[in-house]
């Protein structure tokens, strides 16, 4: 099974994926009292759960930043979950703040999408680098940060699309000191993937060739580059 879980004020999510069991509370429960028997909700699609955003003044932030074992109390919780999800999604806002800091303690590897412009990939590898050494500490607390990977998105099937994306890779690695990695599959710009939006369904169930070129493919490269261990899994 799998559950992705929503680190937002505003719970996109939970109207992007339709609800089919909707439990009593949500990610305030989830995180403060430590309970997620009754936070966590089932979807429409199978073996999909998902913790509903229940938070619409940004106040669990407060609370995070407060509470002593706030950034790596997160980590902790999902611990109890082990048993039963193969994979726990956490989708956060890129801004910087304890949200995002209890995310990143708690993931075992981050991904992040980049548009291919390099401007913005050296202003985001900046940012990111910035956010991964203060977070250093939380090594102490048994909540080493892991490795980050980009995925490059939106990109042109064009010759100058690829030679921007190689001279991303170089640019993260670079000024990352390796901390980032920026991934070979790429997220083409393509109609099907605003489709999916549009229908609230995953891509992959959208566009189902095996022609090289479908979602279902770019997905299945996406999920088996970050999990080279994935077939093994599934």
Same mark, same amino acid.
């Given at each position: 099974?799998?559950? %992705?879980?929503?680190c937002r004020? !505003?719970?996109t999510?939970?109207?992007?994926?339709? /609800?089919?069991?909707?439990? !009593? $509370?949500?990610l305030k429960h $989830?995180l403060?009292? $430590?309970?997620?028997h009754?936070a966590?909700s089932?979807?429409?699609?199978?073996n999909?759960?998902i913790v509903?955003?229940d938070?619409?003044?940004?106040?669990?932030?407060?609370? /995070?930043?407060?509470?002593?074992d706030g950034?790596? +109390?997160?980590?902790y919780?999902?611990?109890y979950? *082990?048993? !039963? =999800? *193969?994979?726990?999604?956490i *989708?956060? !806002?890129?801004?910087?703040?304890?949200?995002?800091?209890?995310?990143?303690?708690?993931?075992?590897?981050?991904l992040?999408p980049?548009?291919?412009?390099?401007l913005s990939? +050296?202003?985001f590898v900046?940012?990111?680098v910035?956010?991964i050494k +203060?977070?250093e500490?939380?090594?102490r $607390?048994?909540?080493?940060?892991?490795?980050?990977?980009?995925? /490059? =998105?939106?990109?042109?099937r064009?010759i100058?699309?690829?030679?921007i994306?190689?001279?991303l890779?170089?640019?993260a690695?670079?000024?990352?000191?390796?901390? /980032? %990695?920026?991934?070979?599959?790429?997220i083409?710009?393509?109609v099907? =993937?605003?489709?999916?939006?549009t229908q609230?369904?995953?891509?992959h169930?959208i566009?189902t060739k095996?022609?090289g070129n479908?979602?279902?493919d770019?997905?299945m490269?996406?999920?088996?580059?970050l999990?080279p261990?994935?077939?093994?899994l599934i």
């Amino acid at each position: 099974m799998r559950v %992705t879980g929503r680190c937002r004020p !505003q719970p996109t999510l939970s109207s992007y994926y339709p /609800i089919a069991q909707r439990a !009593q $509370f949500g990610l305030k429960h $989830f995180l403060i009292d $430590f309970a997620a028997h009754d936070a966590i909700s089932k979807t429409a699609i199978d073996n999909l759960d998902i913790v509903l955003s229940d938070d619409p003044d940004g106040k669990l932030r407060d609370w /995070i930043r407060d509470a002593p074992d706030g950034r790596v +109390r997160l980590k902790y919780i999902l611990g109890y979950l *082990d048993d !039963q =999800y *193969d994979f726990v999604l956490i *989708d956060t !806002q890129g801004a910087a703040g304890p949200l995002q800091d209890a995310a990143v303690t708690a993931a075992d590897f981050m991904l992040s999408p980049i548009s291919p412009e390099i401007l913005s990939a +050296r202003e985001f590898v900046r940012g990111t680098v910035a956010i991964i050494k +203060r977070l250093e500490p939380m090594a102490r $607390f048994g909540a080493p940060i892991g490795p980050l990977r980009g995925v /490059i =998105y939106k990109m042109d099937r064009i010759i100058d699309a690829k030679l921007i994306a190689d001279e991303l890779r170089k640019a993260a690695f670079t000024l990352s000191k390796g901390a /980032i %990695t920026i991934l070979h599959t790429v997220i083409p710009s393509a109609v099907v =993937y605003r489709e999916a939006a549009t229908q609230k369904a995953p891509v992959h169930r959208i566009d189902t060739k095996s022609n090289g070129n479908s979602a279902r493919d770019t997905m299945m490269l996406l999920a088996q580059e970050l999990i080279p261990n994935l077939p093994d899994l599934i």
